[in-house]
């Protein structure tokens, strides 16, 4: 069965940290553009990271740059994002997706039934 099974999203206090993983199985993250994407409450959806295996090449939002690092370990099949310095607007359903398109400075996920996409897991960041 082919999918992507996001966690690691909870609450967390504006300064914090939290880890989101992204794990795929029946098929392989090499060879592929994979990426996170956020969507808040009355928001459209916002590509926030992606990364590229093998080459390891990175994209982030201007939004998340500094704070924010994606990371890929192929022998798990799994993707993470790591965020840092947390604010209360980073609040939001995470997704993972693959694979994703980078035009210009705007991240695409996969449409229709050319990719996957995760269930997506919460974030919120809050005092």
């Known amino acids: 069965q082919v999918q992507l099974v996001e966690s690691g999203g909870g609450l967390v206090q504006p300064g914090g940290s939290l880890e989101l993983s992204c794990a795929a199985s029946?098929?392989?993250?090499?060879?592929?553009?994979t990426g996170w994407f956020r969507q808040a409450p009355g928001k459209e959806r916002e590509g926030v990271s992606c990364?590229?295996?093998?080459?390891?090449?990175?994209y982030y939002a201007d939004s998340v740059k500094g704070r924010f690092t994606i990371s890929i370990d192929n022998a798990k099949n799994t993707v993470y994002l790591q965020m840092n310095s947390l604010k209360p607007e980073d609040t939001a359903v995470y997704y993972c997706?693959?694979?994703?398109?980078?035009?210009?400075?705007?991240?695409?996920?996969?449409?229709?039934?050319?990719?996957?996409w995760g269930q997506g897991t919460q974030v919120t960041v809050s005092s």
């Open positions: 997706a693959t694979p994703t398109t980078l035009v210009g400075d705007t991240l695409f996920g996969p449409h229709g039934n050319f990719g996957s």
């Open positions: 029946g098929f392989s993250l090499d060879y592929r553009a």
């Open positions: 990364i590229s295996s093998p080459d390891g090449t990175t």
